[in-house]
Structures are given as structure tokens and as C-alpha cells.
């Protein structure tokens, strides 16, 4: 029995994994179709597989998988030309139980795929340390315990080549004895448990094709082992969320083919080493995002020609930004939010880079707006807590944001009229000034902003009445948000103020909250044009006069706030709670009917 020859361990130039598998699958489809018949020994090694699940969790393989039958057409079952099991792919079928050793006795078997199931119990050695199997995904399972230690009688160097045992409930020391004998790791995803001790470095010392290791979300505490030195192939480390201390090794950057490099939320310490940060010139992803990392960010990061996404938010950074930066042309991610850098940005010169999303909030900039103008391939800048005190630019002349969908300077404080320029930023779908201390009235042009759906211009000291502009934006009249956001910021994590925080799009609700103002006059009837509406804060202005009945038209309200103002209700005003179950109504007693 020839097993299939898996390109896995070829430097290819694939970015990830994913593709290897895709070929495995489109082989092992081809053999399907003309198979012999499988042998008792494994017949029964399946059959005793299935009869340890539980009866409410067996997938319905006591009713396909027949004994007496050829096991080779059995469901997830698939078997070489000479009829011997070589995948048993049961993904996603309901299964509960325990895995049961014999398995292992399908001693042909290439391909063991149980992952998102409800499996329990441990991971019995006899797969993990099996003589032919070359992928193994039990991820997605309540597979518990700590990972068994490497027998005596193992064979020294197993086949094994995929193994992914992430999002489970393993715990324990990573055992190095385990790791010995996997010298053709080529992927070991053990991210989602609950593993303690130092990180599984020494894996590089075995496995020497090893080329991506997923260590995220564990317990993982320690330094980080100089061990790293010796992972020349390694693209993707990713031990993010776990509690590693101490500084970024030099040995670390000896992996010079790392294309991603991810570590936030630890307790890592250090700067960022301009001479160690270049050597690892094929870097894609750089994360250290929520470490503890100072010093500025260095000139050689220039030199990343790859680099795409760049996450160093929530540390003690400080010092300019390096003009280098704008040597990076792929970049289409960066945050460096929550640190302490200053200057004004002008330093780097954005328009060359591809910088769709850019988080610069809660840092020390000045005078950012001007010099960022230019780049037009920006589709989200979130730059609020910045630029303390400083006028909000009028001028017309910053017209370079045309492509803008999301755009936050909130908590600045920034004084001045809401200006001209942003009438002109026509694809903008949120709009965050709030918490600043901006005058003037909220401008008639703002229904040119046709895919606004989220507008919050709350705590500023804006004047006036609510204009019937403002009841005429036609996203929040007509259509939900019909995901026109770069699915890169949606994937992202987008932190805006430590009490609000947005992954995704369906989380963003359609909001309209010009709450604690100096808002005078009444509420238009035209309100009721707003159906799409999830929150409407009018709280906290000078507003007076009767509460519209024509609120009852919004439908979609889940939160609705006009407390504090000097409104009335009236017998026309609708009975809320009753129209809408969901409806949480703050400061009940200025709404309620009559
Ligand atoms: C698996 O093999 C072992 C010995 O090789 C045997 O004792 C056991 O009965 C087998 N189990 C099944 C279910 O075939
Ligand atoms: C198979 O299992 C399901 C529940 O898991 C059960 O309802 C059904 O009766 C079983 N069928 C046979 C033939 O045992
Ligand atoms: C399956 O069938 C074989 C004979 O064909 C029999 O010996 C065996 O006991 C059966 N196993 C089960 C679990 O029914
Ligand atoms: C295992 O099956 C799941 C589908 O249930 C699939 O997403 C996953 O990629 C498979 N694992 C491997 C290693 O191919
Ligand atoms: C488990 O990890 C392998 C290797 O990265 C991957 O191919 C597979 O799709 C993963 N399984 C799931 C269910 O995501
Ligand atoms: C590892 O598995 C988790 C799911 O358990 C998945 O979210 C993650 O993307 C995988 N890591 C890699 C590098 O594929
Ligand atoms: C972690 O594992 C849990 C339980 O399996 C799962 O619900 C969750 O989605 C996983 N998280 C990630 C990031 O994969
Ligand atoms: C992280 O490590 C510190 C110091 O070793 C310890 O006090 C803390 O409990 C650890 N936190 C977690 C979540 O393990
Ligand atoms: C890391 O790389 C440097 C420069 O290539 C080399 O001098 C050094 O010996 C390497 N360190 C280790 C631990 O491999
Ligand atoms: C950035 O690019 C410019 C011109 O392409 C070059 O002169 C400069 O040295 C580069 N800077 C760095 C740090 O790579
Ligand atoms: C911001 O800059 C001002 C003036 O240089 C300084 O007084 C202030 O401490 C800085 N704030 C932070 C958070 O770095
Ligand atoms: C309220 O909704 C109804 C039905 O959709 C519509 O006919 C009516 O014009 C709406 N009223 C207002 C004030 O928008």
C-alpha cells in the first residue's frame, strides 16, 4: 500500500496550508470509484468505532454503516483501489462518545477526520502515535486531559504530517516526549484549550518541515524559547492570548521565512529591534498587539515589502511615526490605537500605500486630518483621542477621503462646525465625532450622505433645531446595510472605547444618537420615515413639545432615548412596550401613554 504522495512538505510559495488539502481531496475522490472490498479486521475495528458512540450521537452510522456490508461504501469511509481504509472523514456529524483505541487497528488508514463533533474523553495514543496516518483533525470536540506521552515502542519517526487539535479541552505541559517522534510535522493547530508551561518550541528541533504552529488561546506562560532559532520553515506562529513575558528573542528572528508573526494579549516586554524586525522580510502579518512593548516604531519596518497588516495597538509605544512606513506599500491594516505616539503623520507619505483600514485613535497626534487627506485608498480611519483641542479642519480643500466608509475622530476634544469637506465623503457608511466640543448646527447636506446608516455626533455643543435633513438619510428610511464594508474590517477586531467593541457588521446597529447637546424645538412627524432605526438617542437637549406619534412607525427600535428634554406625551403618543417586545425604552416615564 503506497500512501498518496502529499506535496506538504515542498516549498511551494502557497501562502497557507489550505491548498495541500484541497488537492488531497480532489485524489482521494478519484480513487473513490473503483474500490474492492475492505477487510473484516477493519469491518469490525469501525464497527466497534460505532458502537461506542452514544446512542443520541452516533450520526445515523448505525444505520448506514451495516455490518455485513463492504465497508468501503459505508458513509465517510473511503478506501484505495486494493479496498484497504484510508480516509475515515466524519466531520460535523453529531457524534458523541469516546474515541475508541481501535481505530488504530486500520492499519492503512491516511486520514482520520473527526473534527466539530462532540466527542469526549482523552485522544488515545494509539492514533496520535500511529504508523500511518498522516492527518489527524479532532478539533472542535470536548476531547480533554493532557496529550499522551510518547511510548517506548513508538516508531520513531511517524508519517504523521497534519495535526489539529485546537478548540478542545486538553490541558497540561506540552510533553516533549510527544514531539520527538513527529519529525514530518508539517502543521500543528493546537490553539482553544487549555495547555500550561512553556510553548512546544522544541518542535522545530524535530520536525524540521514544520511550517505552521497555532498556540493561541492556551495558558501558555514563559519566555519565548530561543528554541525558535531553528524553525527555518515555519511561516505562521501564532501564540496570541496566553501569558508569555519577556522580550521578543533575537533567536526569533532567525526564522527569516515567518509570514505571520502573532502575539497579542501577552505580557511581552521590549522594543521592537530595528536590526532583528528586517531579517524577517517575508512577513505578511506582524500582531503584538496588547503586550507591553515601548519604544518607537523602527525606520527598518520599511524594508517589510510583504507586510500587509500591522497590529501594535494597545501598548506603550511612542516616538513619530518612521516615514519609512510609507515603504510599505501592501499595508492594508495597520492600528497602533492605545499607544503614546505623537507628531503630526506628516513624516509618512500614506498615498503609496494600500492602507484600506488605519487605526490611529487614543495616541498623541496633531493635526493628522491634513496630511491623511491624501490617501485615497483609506476605507476606515477610526483617529479619535487624538489631536487634543484642535480645531477640526474646514478647510475644502481636503477632498482626498473619497473612499472612506467608516470614519471616527471621536473623544478628542476637536472644536469647530461640522465641516463642508465631509458632505464630499459620499461612500461613508459611519460617522463617529462624538465626544468633542463642536458648535454650529448639524449641516442641511447630511442626507447626502446616502449609505449612512450610523451617526453619532453625541456630547458636542451643537445648536438648533433637528433639521428635516436628517430624516431624510436614505439608508436608515429604506435598507438595512447591505454589507458594502471592506470585509477586511469586519474580520479585524475594531475596538472603539473600552465599553463598545464591533467584530462584525451584523453587530454595528443603524444608529442615530445626537444625544447631550443644545438641540432646541420639537421632534419632526418625518422621524417615522426612519424604519430602519435600532438606536435613536435624542437625550439630554433642550428639546420640547409632543413626542410624534409617528415613533411607533420604527419598528426596528431596540433602544430609544428622549430623557431629559422637555417633551410631553399626548393621547396619540403609542404604547411601546406593547408595539415592540424587544424595545428597551431608557427613562420610561417621558413616553409612556397617557
Ligand atoms: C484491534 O487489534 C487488537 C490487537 O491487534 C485486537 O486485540 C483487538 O480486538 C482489535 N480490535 C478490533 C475492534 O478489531
Ligand atoms: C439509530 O439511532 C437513532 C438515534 O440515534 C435511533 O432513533 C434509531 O432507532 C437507531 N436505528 C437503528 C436501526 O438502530
Ligand atoms: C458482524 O458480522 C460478523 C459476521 O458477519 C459477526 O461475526 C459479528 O459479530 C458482527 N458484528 C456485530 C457488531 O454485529
Ligand atoms: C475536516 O473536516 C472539516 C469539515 O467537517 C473540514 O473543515 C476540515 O478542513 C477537515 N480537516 C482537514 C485536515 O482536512
Ligand atoms: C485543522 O487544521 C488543519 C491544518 O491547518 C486544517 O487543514 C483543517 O481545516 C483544520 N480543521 C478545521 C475543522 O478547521
Ligand atoms: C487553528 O484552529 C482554530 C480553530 O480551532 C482556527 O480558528 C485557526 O484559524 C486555526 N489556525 C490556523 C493557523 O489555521
Ligand atoms: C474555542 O472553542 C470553543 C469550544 O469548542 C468554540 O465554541 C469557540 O468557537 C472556539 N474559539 C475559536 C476562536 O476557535
Ligand atoms: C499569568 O502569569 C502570572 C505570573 O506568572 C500569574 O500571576 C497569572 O495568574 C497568570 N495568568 C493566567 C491567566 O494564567
Ligand atoms: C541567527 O542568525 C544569525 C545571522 O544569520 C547567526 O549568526 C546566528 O548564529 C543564528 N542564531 C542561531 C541560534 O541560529
Ligand atoms: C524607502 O524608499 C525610499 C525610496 O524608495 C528609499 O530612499 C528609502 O531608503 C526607503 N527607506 C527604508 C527605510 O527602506
Ligand atoms: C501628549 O502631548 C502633550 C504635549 O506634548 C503632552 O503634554 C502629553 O503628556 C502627551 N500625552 C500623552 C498621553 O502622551
Ligand atoms: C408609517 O408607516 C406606514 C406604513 O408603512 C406608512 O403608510 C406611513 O406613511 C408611515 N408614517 C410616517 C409618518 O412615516
Redesign the pocket.
Known amino acids: 500500500m503506497q500512501p498518496l504522495n502529499l506535496p506538504c512538505s515542498s516549498s511551494s510559495n502557497s501562502k497557507l496550508l489550505v491548498p495541500f488539502f484541497g488537492l488531497v481531496f480532489v485524489l482521494l475522490l478519484s480513487s473513490a470509484s473503483h474500490v474492492s472490498s475492505c477487510t473484516e479486521q477493519e469491518r469490525s475495528s469501525l464497527i466497534d468505532f460505532r458502537d461506542g458512540l452514544s446512542p443520541e450521537g452516533n450520526g445515523g452510522l448505525n444505520v448506514s454503516w451495516i455490518n455485513n456490508t463492504d465497508c468501503c461504501q459505508w458513509e465517510g469511509i473511503f478506501c484505495s483501489t486494493d479496498g484497504v481504509v484510508t480516509d475515515v472523514l466524519l466531520g460535523s456529524k453529531g457524534l458523541k462518545g469516546s474515541i475508541p483505541p481501535s481505530l488504530s487497528n486500520l492499519t492503512g488508514l491516511l486520514r482520520l477526520n473527526l473534527s466539530r463533533n462532540s466527542l469526549e474523553g482523552s485522544l488515545p495514543a494509539e492514533l496520535l502515535f500511529s504508523n500511518s496516518i498522516i492527518v489527524l483533525d479532532v478539533s472542535f470536540n470536548y476531547l480533554s486531559g493532557p496529550l499522551q506521552e510518547r511510548w517506548q515502542s513508538s516508531n520513531p519517526g511517524l508519517p504523521l504530517q497534519v495535526l489539529n487539535i485546537s478548540s478542545n479541552l486538553f490541558k497540561g505541559q506540552f510533553p516533549s516526549t510527544t514531539l520527538e517522534v513527529m519529525k514530518n510535522l508539517v502543521a500543528l493547530n493546537a490553539s482553544n484549550n487549555s495547555f500550561t508551561g512553556s510553548m512546544p518550541s522544541s518542535i522545530c528541533n524535530y520536525a524540521p518541515s514544520i511550517a505552521m504552529l497555532d498556540l493561541c488561546l492556551n495558558k501558555f506562560s514563559g519566555t519565548i524559547s530561543p528554541e525558535f532559532a531553528n524553525c527555518s520553515m515555519l511561516k505562521v506562529l501564532k501564540a496570541g492570548h496566553n501569558n508569555l513575558t519577556g522580550a521578543l528573542p533575537h533567536e526569533l528572528f532567525n526564522a527569516t521565512s515567518l509570514e505571520q508573526l502573532s502575539f497579542p494579549n501577552n505580557d511581552l516586554q521590549g522594543i521592537l529591534d530595528a536590526s532583528n524586525l528586517v531579517r524577517l522580510n517575508n512577513l505578511i502579518i506582524l500582531d503584538v498587539g496588547s503586550n507591553g512593548l515601548r519604544g518607537n516604531i523602527p525606520d527598518s519596518i520599511g524594508q517589510l515589502s510583504r507586510l500587509e497588516e500591522l497590529h501594535l495597538d494597545n501598548n506603550l509605544m511612542s516616538g513619530e511615526l518612521p516615514s519609512a512606513l510609507g515603504n510599505c506599500t501592501g499595508l492594508r491594516y495597520i492600528t497602533i490605537r492605545n499607544n503614546s505616539f505623537k507628531g503630526d503623520l506628516s513624516r509618512v507619505n500614506f498615498s503609496r500605500l494600500d492602507l484600506r483600514t488605519a487605526d490611529f485613535s487614543m495616541n498623541n497626534f496633531t493635526d493628522a486630518l491634513q496630511k491623511l487627506k491624501s490617501c485615497s485608498t483609506l476605507t476606515s480611519l477610526l483617529i479619535g483621542t487624538n489631536f487634543n483641542g484642535e480645531t477640526i479642519p474646514q478647510d475644502e480643500a481636503i477632498d482626498g477621503f473619497g473612499n472612506l466608509q467608516v470614519l471616527t475622530i471621536d473623544a478628542c476634544p476637536l472644536v469647530g462646525k461640522i465641516p463642508l469637506w465631509l458632505s464630499k465623503l459620499t461612500k461613508l457608511e459611519m460617522l463617529d465625532l462624538s465626544n468633542n466640543q463642536l458648535t454650529g448646527l448639524i449641516p442641511s447636506w447630511i442626507n447626502n450622505l446616502q449609505l449612512l446608516f450610523y451617526l453619532d455626533i453625541s456630547n458636542n455643543s451643537l445648536t438648533g433645531d433637528i433639521p428635516i435633513a436628517l430624516m431624510n438619510m436614505s439608508m436608515i428610511q429604506y435598507q438595512k446595510n447591505a454589507v458594502r464594508l471592506d470585509p477586511k474590517f469586519l474580520e479585524l477586531p475594531v475596538y472603539w472605547t473600552p465599553t463598545r467593541q464591533y467584530r462584525m457588521l451584523n453587530a454595528f446597529p443603524v444608529l442615530l444618537n445626537i444625544g447631550h447637546n443644545r438641540f432646541t424645538g420639537s421632534i419632526p412627524?418625518?422621524?417615522?420615515?426612519l424604519?430602519m432605526l435600532d438606536v435613536l438617542n435624542f437625550s439630554s437637549n433642550n428639546l420640547s413639545g409632543e413626542i410624534?406619534w409617528?415613533i411607533?412607525?420604527l419598528t426596528s427600535l431596540q433602544v430609544l432615548d428622549l430623557s431629559n428634554n422637555q417633551l410631553t406625551a399626548t393621547v396619540g403618543t403609542p404604547s411601546y412596550v406593547a408595539m415592540c417586545s424587544t424595545l428597551h425604552v431608557t427613562q420610561q416615564e417621558h413616553i409612556q401613554p397617557p
Open positions: 412627524p418625518e422621524i417615522g420615515q424604519k410624534p409617528q411607533s412607525n
